[in-house]
């Protein structure tokens, strides 16, 4: 497993540079994923296959990843481990952050939820039935990126609007903050846009 603690800055490490829209973007989407699952725990998972098809599918943003942050097609088939941050890379990128530079990962964090985010695709498509084990699994592993990381790359402002994603069997009052207000701020990609919806 990749040990990050006090090397996010390590020059021996590959780092990979995201825009700050597309991060916060990126953290809206994955809390979407987070309480979608969580919800979809006590329905099944056609119902949130359903919720989904209204959605901006799990590919598209790996599509967008690919694109945009020199990722390897051929290598996100192999498990890639993290850690969440410790005190010391939260500071380090608060400050990165509080000094107007992009935010830095570590490739193979860029990997691991690249994986993540196509295991969830993959659940999506499935026919049969997935185990609450297996939602509750993978909604912590995108969780543990995250809040675990990500958080730290963007606004206190941008976190708190982040939080109120529409999702999956939410309730009735909440007043929600629909995906596609995340991607009108989205830079093109190389190929041009990627969000389809």
Avoid at 49 to 78: C, H, T, W
Avoid at 85 to 105: D, E, Q, T, V
Avoid at 161 to 185: C, R, V
Wanted: proline share 2%; glycine share 4%.
């Amino acid at each position: 497993m990749l040990n990050v603690g006090g090397n996010l800055f390590n020059e021996n490490m590959k780092k990979i540079k995201l825009e700050y829209n597309f991060c916060v973007f990126l953290f809206a989407y994955l809390n979407q994923a987070d309480l979608s699952l969580h919800r979809a725990g006590w329905t099944s998972i056609r119902e949130l296959k359903n919720f989904y098809s209204n959605q901006v599918n799990p590919k598209e943003v790996v599509n967008f990843l690919i694109l945009n942050a020199d990722i390897n097609v051929n290598k996100l088939e192999y498990y890639y481990g993290i850690k969440e941050y410790g005190f010391k890379n939260i500071i380090l990128s608060r400050i990165n952050f509080l000094l107007g530079f992009p935010a830095i990962f570590l490739k193979d964090e860029i990997y691991y939820i690249c994986k993540k985010l196509l295991d969830f695709a993959e659940m999506l498509e499935k026919d049969t039935e997935v185990h609450r084990l297996e939602m509750e699994k993978l909604r912590i592993e995108i969780s543990k990126f995250s809040l675990g990381m990500l958080r730290y790359k963007i606004s206190r402002k941008d976190y708190n609007k982040a939080l109120k994603i529409e999702h999956y069997l939410q309730h009735d009052g909440l007043q929600d903050i629909k995906i596609k207000e995340f991607i009108k701020k989205l830079p093109d990609s190389p190929a041009g846009k990627v969000f389809r919806l």
